[in-house]
């Protein structure tokens, strides 16, 4: 099968755009996928950030400003990974355009913002639109949803998903524009990692009722450029509390967001107990997904057991890679790729697909719900 090529452009040269482009170097790793992107343009206010894609053959457009890729027609599909302030306007610029976006979360800033670029996409339908999520594509995780959607866990006593770093425990550390409201949005942590959170929930049909937030902002002050201490606003720990809905019955699930939780430095997790079965993973221990189920145990009767099993490399997209090789966090970036080039195509079928703009936008929804609750310290009605 020949491959359709896609060119690719990538707006912000910085930690993810770096990330997004060396994925896209490891393409040939995939089998049959029936799309063959070429990084062929990027974008940065900052020219020297552009010179690290000169290792990359195929790039032969550098441009510091990103409308110059958006009436360039040889151009189809953007990564865009900039300042959440930036997300509207860059992303409805995108849209209105026609080129395909993979954009970086939150889907905008704010609800406000969210809503401004789902109105662009019904204006232009021909431009495919997700955003990234990543983490679900871990294979665990792929058993874990698996699991939860055969339905082997029965009534759903309780479910959780987390995402937990300890990036900012260093209180010394300087400021940047994640750490400022103005930059990050007023959702603080919950713009930085809850779309990690919320995408599988969301997907499972488990879009919360009520919502109860409890929010920390523990630094509130860091070094800026100067050294002399500037204010860090930002929310850097949120927990949400929430009632969920699997199969018509009520059931909590908590959802964790934390820049500030020692011992982890980029943990995803995600855990779903019910009567019948359970299932939990961690990035933590990457090849590991643990599974609950009651035993008849001869002589004694039915016993509960929780069970350990090798999830081996293979996600949503086959690849070359040994099937009982380890994963880690730049092949879950290649698949999310996969997933989404696959997807434009209508050629992902059935398997798992990166957030959708519906579910991206719904994020904020919820984020706002917790800042509420927060304030009022009661639970808030979605
Ligand atoms: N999916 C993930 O796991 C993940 C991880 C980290 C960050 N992110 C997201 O990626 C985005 C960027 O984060 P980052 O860590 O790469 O940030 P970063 O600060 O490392 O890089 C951002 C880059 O954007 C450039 N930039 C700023 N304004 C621009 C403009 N108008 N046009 C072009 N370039 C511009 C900056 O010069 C910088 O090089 C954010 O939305 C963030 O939430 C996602």
């Given at each position: 099968m020949s491959a359709k090529t896609v060119n690719v452009a990538i707006v912000g040269a910085g930690l993810m755009g770096r990330e997004i482009a060396a994925a896209i170097q490891r393409?040939?790793?995939?089998?049959?996928?029936?799309v063959r992107p070429r990084l062929t343009a990027v974008c940065d206010i900052n020219p020297a950030a552009l010179d690290w894609f000169d290792q990359i053959d195929t790039v032969t457009t550098k441009v510091t400003d990103y409308r110059e890729l958006l009436i360039d027609d040889s151009i189809d599909v953007l990564y865009i990974a900039v300042r959440h302030d930036l997300h509207e306007q860059l992303y409805v610029d995108t849209i209105k355009a026609g080129k395909g976006l993979l954009a970086e979360k939150p889907f905008g800033i704010d609800g406000g913002a969210a809503d401004a670029i789902l109105a662009a996409i019904s204006a232009h339908p021909e431009s495919f639109v997700r955003c990234s999520s990543e983490m679900p594509f871990f294979p665990g995780a792929q058993w874990a949803i698996n699991y939860v959607a055969s339905g082997a866990l029965g009534r759903i006593i309780e479910a959780r998903t987390a995402f937990l770093h300890s990036s900012d425990l260093d209180a010394t550390k300087p400021l940047n524009w994640k750490r400022q409201n103005q930059y990050c949005g007023e959702a603080g942590v919950m713009n930085d990692l809850g779309m990690h959170v919320w995408h599988v929930p969301l997907r499972l049909g488990w879009a919360p009722e009520r919502v109860y937030g409890i929010l920390q902002n523990i630094v509130t002050e860091r070094p800026g450029q100067d050294g002399a201490l500037q204010p860090s606003?930002?929310?850097d720990n949120a927990v949400i509390h929430s009632w969920s809905r699997h199969e018509g019955i009520e059931f909590p699930l908590t959802t964790e967001m934390k820049r500030i939780d020692p011992g982890h430095k980029n943990t995803w997790e995600f855990e779903a107990i019910g009567m019948d079965g359970g299932v939990r993973f961690s990035t933590k221990n990457p090849k590991q997904v643990e599974v609950f189920s009651t035993i008849d145990a001869p002589g004694i009767g039915r016993e509960q057991s929780w069970h350990r099993l090798d999830s081996g490399s293979q996600s949503v997209w086959p690849t070359v890679?040994?099937?009982i090789f380890e994963f880690g966090f730049s092949d879950s970036i290649l698949q999310m790729w996969a997933a989404y080039l696959a997807e434009r195509e209508g050629a992902l079928g059935e398997r798992f697909g990166c957030a959708r703009p519906a579910e991206a936008a719904a994020t904020h929804g919820i984020y706002r719900a917790a800042i509420t609750s927060f304030e009022t310290r009661t639970a808030v009605t979605l």
């Amino acid at each position: 099968m020949s491959a359709k090529t896609v060119n690719v452009a990538i707006v912000g040269a910085g930690l993810m755009g770096r990330e997004i482009a060396a994925a896209i170097q490891r393409w040939p790793a995939l089998i049959g996928h029936p799309v063959r992107p070429r990084l062929t343009a990027v974008c940065d206010i900052n020219p020297a950030a552009l010179d690290w894609f000169d290792q990359i053959d195929t790039v032969t457009t550098k441009v510091t400003d990103y409308r110059e890729l958006l009436i360039d027609d040889s151009i189809d599909v953007l990564y865009i990974a900039v300042r959440h302030d930036l997300h509207e306007q860059l992303y409805v610029d995108t849209i209105k355009a026609g080129k395909g976006l993979l954009a970086e979360k939150p889907f905008g800033i704010d609800g406000g913002a969210a809503d401004a670029i789902l109105a662009a996409i019904s204006a232009h339908p021909e431009s495919f639109v997700r955003c990234s999520s990543e983490m679900p594509f871990f294979p665990g995780a792929q058993w874990a949803i698996n699991y939860v959607a055969s339905g082997a866990l029965g009534r759903i006593i309780e479910a959780r998903t987390a995402f937990l770093h300890s990036s900012d425990l260093d209180a010394t550390k300087p400021l940047n524009w994640k750490r400022q409201n103005q930059y990050c949005g007023e959702a603080g942590v919950m713009n930085d990692l809850g779309m990690h959170v919320w995408h599988v929930p969301l997907r499972l049909g488990w879009a919360p009722e009520r919502v109860y937030g409890i929010l920390q902002n523990i630094v509130t002050e860091r070094p800026g450029q100067d050294g002399a201490l500037q204010p860090s606003d930002t929310w850097d720990n949120a927990v949400i509390h929430s009632w969920s809905r699997h199969e018509g019955i009520e059931f909590p699930l908590t959802t964790e967001m934390k820049r500030i939780d020692p011992g982890h430095k980029n943990t995803w997790e995600f855990e779903a107990i019910g009567m019948d079965g359970g299932v939990r993973f961690s990035t933590k221990n990457p090849k590991q997904v643990e599974v609950f189920s009651t035993i008849d145990a001869p002589g004694i009767g039915r016993e509960q057991s929780w069970h350990r099993l090798d999830s081996g490399s293979q996600s949503v997209w086959p690849t070359v890679t040994g099937a009982i090789f380890e994963f880690g966090f730049s092949d879950s970036i290649l698949q999310m790729w996969a997933a989404y080039l696959a997807e434009r195509e209508g050629a992902l079928g059935e398997r798992f697909g990166c957030a959708r703009p519906a579910e991206a936008a719904a994020t904020h929804g919820i984020y706002r719900a917790a800042i509420t609750s927060f304030e009022t310290r009661t639970a808030v009605t979605l």
